[in-house]
């Protein structure tokens, strides 16, 4: 189901709020629809992320900003990829599977990164502008 009908299903935009941020996005169409509901309609970053985490069965992480990630791990993702597609490694577990933080979990030339550079990981959805705060301190600019 695509992002717009789950936000209406679930009450958080209304069908006039989701046929406006359509009309948006077909005018400027690089646009992302929740980075559309969230900049031109007020929604709340969370239920943006919690609904595209629910989207892909991921987990949402509402406070990335609190997560301890040690910079071996978040190093194990290079700079100019965690930039590009606002991504960063914050975890591995025991079997070697890598968690990664996501802004966009949906972005395939991402996952297509993530591909190749491990062969298990799994995603997390973060909020855009929390992640943002992560990004500057594990990758300065």
């Not at 595209?52 to 993702?77: F, N, R």
Request: with cysteine.
């Amino acid at each position: 189901m695509l992002l717009g009908q789950l936000l209406l299903m679930n009450g958080i935009i209304s069908t006039d709020t989701l046929e406006k941020a359509l009309a948006f996005q077909k005018a400027k169409p690089w646009k992302r629809l929740g980075d559309i509901l969230v900049e031109e309609f007020n929604i709340d970053h969370d239920s943006i992320g919690k609904t595209v985490a629910g989207q892909i069965g991921a987990e949402y992480v509402p406070s990335i900003q609190e997560v301890h990630i040690d910079h071996k791990i978040a190093a194990l993702i290079p700079s100019n990829v965690a930039l590009r597609y606002k991504i960063i490694a914050i975890a591995r577990d025991k079997d070697q599977c890598v968690t990664v933080a996501m802004v966009n979990p949906t972005d395939s030339k991402a996952i297509e990164h993530l591909h190749s550079i491990f062969k298990f990981w799994k995603p997390v959805v973060a909020g855009y502008k929390k992640f943002e705060q992560v990004m500057e301190t594990h990758y300065p600019t």
